[in-house]
Each structure stands twice: as C-alpha cells, then as structure tokens.
C-alpha cells in the first residue's frame, strides 16, 4: 500500500568477525502507515456538507507522498482495494492456517494453526516473532473483545481459553463437546456467544466463564455464530441452510431466512451502522441482508467454488471481500453490480416501485485475486486502519495484501491475479528466479523463528546440580557443553545462599601409603595398624586438596604416642551466616547482601552480580558456526 522502505542487502560484520560464508539477506519490504496518517493529520478539514472535494492522488508516482489512508476518503471505497501482493509467511512447520486475526493495536497478525498453535507475525515486515502451543488440537475460532483487554479462543476439544494482550493463559472452560465453529463478544464484553457442532449456541458469563443459556433450533451443525456490534441480536448460520435470528435475553428464535442451499460458512453484521448482514454458504453465492427490511438485498456471485469465508472492511460499508475454496479472493462494492459484459443489469430494491418483493440486486466482483492461494481460504481479517488484507488458507501460507500505490500497474498482471503460466509469458514473473526468491524467503522465516526461539529452549542437562536443589548448579561448574553460560547464570541467582550442612561428594579411593613416616619405627607402625587402633592417614601434603576429611577417631585416642604433624587439626565449626555479615558470606558466588536497606527481619537485599559479556558470548557462538548472518 503505502510507501515501501527496504532493509539494506549488505550484511553487518562486527568485530567479532571471524571470516567465513555468510549468505546474502534478501530484501523486505516494510509497509510504513505513519507516513500515510501524518500526510492526513496535516491536511484533514472538517466534513461539513458542501466542503470542495481536493484531489491529492493521481495514477503518478509522484503522487506517493500524498497517499492517505482509507479513513481519509470514506466516500471512495475502490481506492482502498487490497490489489496488490506484499507478503507471504509461513512456519518452518507447516499447517493449515485455521484463523488470522490482527491484534487491537495493528502492530501484530496473529494466526492460529491445525496443530493448535499460535503465531505471531510483525505488522510492518511481516516477518516470525514468536510461537506457542495454545491448543491440544485444532483451532478453529479467535476473537478479542471490543475493549482489546482479551482474547477467546476455541478448538475442536470444545474448549474455550482466555488470554490476556501478552498471551499469558488466564482460564480455560469446557463449553462444548464437539468443536466449537465460532465465538463472537456482546457489545458491552459482559457475555459471549459460541457456536458448535451440536447443532447448539451457547451463551457464556465472561468473567465467571459460566453457561447461561443454550440456544437450540437448528436441525444441524451450527458453523458459524456473530453478536451484532450495538444491538442484544444474535445471528447463526447452520449445516441445514438456514440463518437465524436471535434474542440474547429470551434465547428465542426471531426469524429465520431461506435463501441459501448449501451449508452457511459465515455470517457477519457491518461493523460500522449494523444495518447490514452479510452471508456465504457452499453454493457459490454470499448474500446481503437488509435488517431493517429482513430480506437480502444483494448477491454477490462470482465464485466457481464454495464461498468458505467473508469480511467487512473496518471503513467502508459498501467494500466486502470474500474468500473460496479454489484459493481466489474477491472484492465487492455494494455501489456498484460491476456487470459484465452481455448480462442484464438489475437494480437494488430500494429503487423498485415495490422494495419488499423485487429481486434482489446482482453485484459482482469489483476486483479479482483469482490465484491469490492454492487451497481453500479458510480466513480473512483487515488491518485496523483498513489498508492491509490478511488471508490465511489450507495451503499452509498467510498473506498479506495492500492497495497499489499510484503509477503502479504491473501488479495487476502479476501470479496472483492471472496465474504463473500467463505471468510468465507476459514477463511479469520469472519462474526461476521467483522460485528462488521464494526459496530465500522461507529460509529467512526459519532463521526469524530460530532466533526468536532461543529464550525459549531448555537449559543444558550434563551441569552438576546442587543436592535437594534441582536446576542449581554447584559452584565452579564450567559453561554447558553446548557453548552457553547456563552454569555460571545459575550460581548467580539472587536471594539464593548455600547451605553448610551439605553432604561431602563422595571421596576418591585412598593411595596407597608411603614406605614409612620420618620418626618412627616402620615396624611399630605396621603393628599398629594390624591392630586397628590407627586409621590410615592421607598421603602428606595432600589434605585440603579436594580429599575429604580423616575419618572420626576412636574414643580416648592418644595423639601422644605419634609424633607431630602427623595428624592436622580438627576442623572448627563456624556458626550459620547472619543477617549482618558483609562481603556475601555463604552466598553463591556473584551474589553479595547488601543491608544499607535494613528494616525488618528480612536480612536485608541480595544484589546479583555482573553477568557475562554478551559480546563475548556472541563470538564464541559465531566461531562454532551460528549467527553469522546478521539479520
């Protein structure tokens, strides 16, 4: 859409360098909306009627720097037609992408797999952040509430789990037995909505995640279930080809509409005035409702196969794009039927002498991305400032789409609009060089969730651990073998002292001892060893070297009958540590007490002490043959 900025192609060596290959990174485009908000911050005027309407884009590429987001111009929804393709993400392991959600805030998409998984990918490069198991199984529905303070997810187990804006897991319920198709919040986030395929809907309690009310009449699975926007209305699309309406307060059914003959897949309120209802089914065709008449108004064909999913843009009430089971993605305006060529053009029922018995309006595609995917499009979900599409589909891929900036015209005969084949013959997609392209791009989104999992993995196992402490080192333990300074970050936890009664480690055999001690008859000597009253002394010189301590003495021994220096003296025992010893007596090593801060029987505040280098710990990496390209 907007303007594009690109990563610099040369690689960063530090100093840490030690020569080597190091693969060249490949550009990436970056989709920069401040530029766009700052250009309409600085020349928006109030809306008043009658105000002269200034044109600031032309097909020209000049015209770049004047591009405004879509608020800007609610008036002129084909400007904001997401045309053109930015981006394609996918995970070093691949499933199908269930769910594409963008967070509130638009700086991250997240996407929810087959494999119960969460990913999020940046907003503006598009590029892996992080990962994690959300689910058991399948995902299959996510939505966060209007206040942008939670997120419900739901699964094929039939499980609903809270999270918070950082992903921390709060709650989980068990609010169906079959899998849950769809979730949707009330307008005020008090209650929330689920559809199963139990042929039920449930309405939840949310803050005690407790079960209201179950709302039956549907003769099959209910796949799909939204809450409108403003309004206590419930709407549901099920297996038996109906759409109901339904009151939240009574569970009673209001009415039903007939019109589809295949199972529904989606149905959705207008998110902006709520007068609208949009509908898919699996017979190629999605329908507009009118709720104030309760009949539809339009219909939107186009598609050659099941319609699998749809979305309201965040602005424009006339733009809806739907996606199909043949990976294409079409974009309607509601203003404009788009008729082709040789085809009766119909008229909407408002301009009909009879608005509640004419037919309604055919309205097709106003822009076709017919090879946008090579599965079925599972999900569809827009930027919160409506300039960027997310599609996620079967085919393991998420993609990103924008509007073409102006000047811009070979996006329109690009791969995703006419298919490889013809691109190619037209030039506008090389197969070898696109191939390889895509190739680079895969392997730089495994080197990004690579590096984003390295805070994640488990410390090494071969370090000496502390008795009766799991996961503490003991003192002067070297590095890990896999290069990392996971021993020496243990010993310096902080708050953590050593005890002094710890069991000795084992001790090593005893050498064997010496032809004889200066001072004494060797005989005598071996006679008092066979006699038992001698214990075997350790070599000279060697106590105090790693070998434990003599072993205990008879009673009554008599040290006078040996000559001196034979035996060392006993050990003293030191008292415990208290409170106002200094310097970290019988702390860990690197952690020091600190009790200028006195007060209280706490004992004061452990400092932790310096850690590493991380510039050291990175050239040790970079020798061993990790991290060389910078990214």
Known sequence: MDRHNWDQQNTYRGD????????????????????????????RQPRYKGAPKVELERP???????????????????????AKHLHSSLNKARHAVNVVRWTPEGRRLLTGSYSGEFTLWNGTAFNFETIMQAHDVAIRSATYSHNEDWLLSACNDGVIKYWQPNFN?????????????????????????????????????????????????HGWDAKTVDWHPTKGLLVSGSKDHQVKLWDPRTGRCLTTLHGHKNTLTKT?????????????????????????????????????????????????????????????????????????????TSIPPYDSADPKNAPAQTVYPAHRLQHAHDAPVWSLDWHPLGHILASGSNDRVTRFWTRARPGETDCFNDRWHIGETAAEMQGTWDKRNGKRSMREEEEAEIEDEADGLVDQTMPSKSQANLPGL?????????AGSDGTNAGIAQQRLNGLSVPNNLPPPRPPPIPPLPGGIPGMDPAKFAELLASGKLPPPPPPGMHGQGFPPPPILPPNFDFTKFPPGMFPPPIPILPPPSSQDAGGAGLLPGLMNDNSGGGGGGGGVRRRGPLPSQQESLKMEQQKGKYRPVR
């Open 16 to 43: 840490g360098y030690d020569g080597g290959y190091q693969r060249k990174t490949s550009k990436r485009a970056v989709t920069d909306y401040g530029s766009t908000m700052l250009q309409w911050m600085r020349n």
């Open 60 to 82: 020209s590429a000049s015209y770049i720097a004047n591009m405004t987001p879509p608020a800007a111009k609610p008036h002129d929804a084909a400007d904001a037609i997401p």
């Open 169 to 217: 897991n709060v709650k989980a319920i068990q609010a169906h037995n079959d899998p849950i198709r769809g979730i949707s919040f009330s307008p005020n986030d008090t209650k929330f909505v689920t559809a199963s395929d139990d042929a039920t809907l449930k309405i939840f309690d949310f803050s005690g995640g407790v079960e209201e009310s179950i709302l039956t009449g």
């Open 268 to 344: 959705l309120f207008e998110p902006t005035r709520g007068q609208l209802l949009a509908t898919s089914a699996r017979d190629q065709v999605a329908r507009i409702f009118d709720l104030r008449m309760m009949r539809d108004i339009c219909l939107l064909k186009g598609h050659e196969k099941e319609v699998s999913t749809l979305t309201w843009h965040p602005f424009h009430t006339c733009l809806l794009s739907t996606g199909g089971n043949d990976g294409s993605i079409f974009h309607y305006l509601l203003n404009e039927p788009n008729t082709p060529a040789n085809t009766t």
């Open 470 to 478: 799991p996961g503490l080192t003991l003192p002067n333990t070297a």
